[in-house]
């Protein structure tokens, strides 16, 4: 094997497929990248049996070939380079890499070893979606996936496909966020998956701001989104499948309260800003106390600690219903806002004990629902 | 050979050829699932499996499977979507998040508070619970107007809740604008306390009132709840006047519940009373095999043998003993074989028996029939002695196998004959009398539960 690349594309497709490599593989080989150039691309590929990735970049081949190399090393060393391109070679199981005056040898390990990434078929239903478009909607949900092992189906993101919409959701069991992304084509039929956390952090890393679109193939037990951009390659330039969550995701809209019969429409910088005041105040459970009074148009914000004293402001609101007291953890409220680009928060609650709806305005583009805390 | 051996003999012979760690990797948590004329369908746990091993070791795995069986023409591999984990106790994340509450429990619909996962469909029916079944059937076609209330009783874990949130599932689907609810006495009586202390009675029971369905589970832990029963009392007679339907449940009649008020019980009793006693073997098999089936566990009809016939009276037993061996399967990837099964096991089984002694059945029996023991042991042949001592004999004969003479020893030296003569009376009496039958059950009951 012989090939010239860009240096940026190989620290890009190394770092991406670093992150992915099993940490303690019982294989060895899952703990190393497999890199293939053939034609005028070079592929470099990796996974830990769980997720896969290749990322392709074109490259001069001067002769076809395989390799597999450990990641920490080469991307140590690409990275110190000070050309832009650099020539990788294949010499007696160790692999060269020549980049201006800079040469390193690598130890290598067997090609044939290394595992085959299932790629679909190619005759698996299929959703187009923009990069953008995707990456904002998981980033949106991903903090409020659940960590317990106890209930694996709420371990990962839900993928809700209907017609031209996506949904995606996600839930700890003390909240739960929803956003909407439209799609650029319509889903043969309505299908879903659960997608596991780890695959869709990967997913927004590996995408990150790129521009272009992805296409997302579904099979029963693993998911795969190919993104290509727009020009110079035909071959999408990065791929990702997943292995999926078995298990049915709960049927989370029953727990979206419905009949708000207390609503306030807040300033979210203003409601930030009184949460960060109160919680300097709030005890160990991370608890803010919330008075919602229509007859004062005010939602009063306190919270109280036994050794530092206590927090009581006031922020203007348009309130409509009934008053209402009820207790948040902070943290929780302020993940949710972080996740909304409005200027308006909408704030509705329902009946005694039951979780609060927060969206952001009028917009049915995300929602939040919070569990209260115990008064 | 079958399926399962052709392929340990297939591992046997591969783990030489291949290394170890590979082996693990690739081979783990892979099974044989059909062979069917010359194919063989391999079952693996994921897509890189799959690909690794059709690429990689299928002519070597078909050359081996070849070898030991000459009929196999093909092979081929298929990823199987594993059936759910079970995962019924969800513990919220951390100790220091006692104050946060959680989101209603997801499966649980909140204002009918039933279970989704209890239907008819995986109810299994036999001659013990058939007749529970129908009327609760009838009932689930027409609420309010064949059986009301509907009183469902049996021992624990015979699958009354079951029964009684499929009712409650298949109304609220079939008749959507029919409000139902399903209550645990429990929550019922929490709830009467906590308007009483809230002075909230006016919503409390306007809650209630206004049910199209109400389903009562457990209803024999409201004796002694004087209150809560009045609160019933009065619930019932509304809902009743309007033609709602009530469905009650309990572990025994409502005769037997004790400091039950008079006008509940005859309530109780005015509709119709169905029970469900312990499986016959036959049914217990075919429940057995159901819960295997959901769990996809292929067990070997030697071992759904053993469970049957020795775990007799308690279903959420049978489904105990099934996740025990689930778990052994996970963990070794082997299932269990008979003598394993009986191994693992041994806990289920063996427990009751040990509590089950010749002195424990008398001082049961005794204090069942509320007469002292030594009246009991003493050669008397008052009316009321010798059918309670007819009864421990009888009982000593078939819970503990103990030999005639032996029985007559235990009570003050008698022949032996008079032990076979007492089995047999009461042997014959339980054909006849259905009273004594369900005394039987309860003084069973209350023997193992002790």
Known sequence: MKTTVLKDFLKEGISMAERVCAKNPSLPVLSNILMVAEKNILQISATDLEIGVHYKALAKNDKDGSVVVPPRALSQFVSSLTSNQAVLTLKEKQLEVQSGNFKALLKTLDPEDFPIIPSPKGDEPTVEIDAGALVEGVASVIGFVGQTQARPEISGILFSFSQKTLKLVSTDSFRLAEKTVSTRTAAPKEHSFILPAKAARELVNALGERQGKVKIYFSPTQASFFYSQQGEMKEPQIQLVSRLIEGEYPKYQDVIPSNIKTKAILNKNDLIAHLKAASVFSGRTNDVHFILNPQKKAVEVRAQSQDLGEDVSSLEAKVEGEKREVSFNWRFFLEGLAQMKSERVDFGLANEEGPALVRPGASEEFLYVLMPLKL | ?450
């Open chain 2, 1 to 450: 050979m079958t399926k399962e051996e052709l392929w340990q003999a297939t591992l046997a012979q591969l783990q030489f050829q291949i290394s170890q760690a590979n082996f693990a990797t690739w081979l783990k948590n892979t099974y044989i699932l059909a062979k069917k004329g010359g194919q063989v369908v391999v079952s693996v746990p994921n897509n890189f499996s799959k690909e690794w091993l059709e690429n990689k070791y299928n002519k070597l795995i078909f050359k081996i499977l070849r070898n030991l069986d000459n009929e196999v023409r093909e092979v081929n591999y298929t990823v199987e979507r594993q059936a759910q984990t079970q995962r019924e106790a969800a513990s919220p994340a951390a100790a220091t998040q006692e104050a946060q509450l959680e989101l209603a429990p997801l499966s649980v619909d909140k204002t009918t508070n039933l279970n989704s996962r209890y239907t008819f469909d995986n109810f299994v029916v036999g001659p013990f619970n058939e007749l529970a079944h129908a009327a609760t059937q009838a009932v689930t076609k027409s609420p309010g107007s064949v059986y009301n209330p509907l009183f469902i009783y049996g021992g624990t874990g015979l699958g009354k809740t079951h029964l009684l949130q499929a009712a409650g599932n298949q109304m609220g689907k079939d008749f959507a604008d029919k409000r139902v609810r399903y209550v645990s006495s429990e929550r019922f009586t929490t709830g009467v306390v906590s308007a009483i202390r809230n002075h909230t009675m006016d919503n409390f029971r306007a809650s209630y009132r206004d049910l199209d369905v109400l389903v009562l589970d457990d209803v024999q832990f409201l004796a002694g709840k004087d209150k809560t029963q009045e609160e019933l009392f009065h619930t019932f007679n509304t809902l009743y006047e309007r033609g709602k339907q009530i469905v009650f449940s309990s572990d025994r009649p409502p005769k037997a519940i004790a400091a039950l008020e008079e006008r509940l019980r005859s309530r109780f009793e005015g509709g119709m009373i169905a029970d469900i006693s312990s499986p016959d073997f036959e049914t217990r098999m075919a429940i057995i095999k159901t819960k295997a089936q959901e769990k996809t566990l292929p067990l070997e009809d030697a071992v759904l043998d053993y469970i049957a016939s020795n775990i007799q009276r308690n279903i959420r037993e049978l489904e105990g003993a099934i996740n025990r061996l689930a778990a052994f399967y996970k963990l070794n990837n082997a299932l269990p074989t008979v003598a394993e099964a009986k191994n693992l096991l041994r806990s289920v089984i063996q427990s009751p028996s040990k509590f089950a002694t010749p002195r424990r059945i008398v001082q049961v029996v005794a204090e069942f029939y509320d007469i002292r023991e030594k009246d009991i042991l003493a050669p008397s042949r008052k009316k009321e002695i010798v059918k309670p001592r007819q009864i421990a004999m009888y009982l000593l004969r078939e819970e503990l196998k103990s030999s005639y003479p032996f029985i007559g020893e235990k009570f003050g030296g008698k022949d032996h004959t008079t032990a076979i003569y007492a089995c047999a009376k009461i042997l014959k009496e339980l054909q006849d009398s259905e009273g004594l039958v369900e005394e039987m059950t309860l003084i069973r009951q209350r023997i193992y539960s002790g």
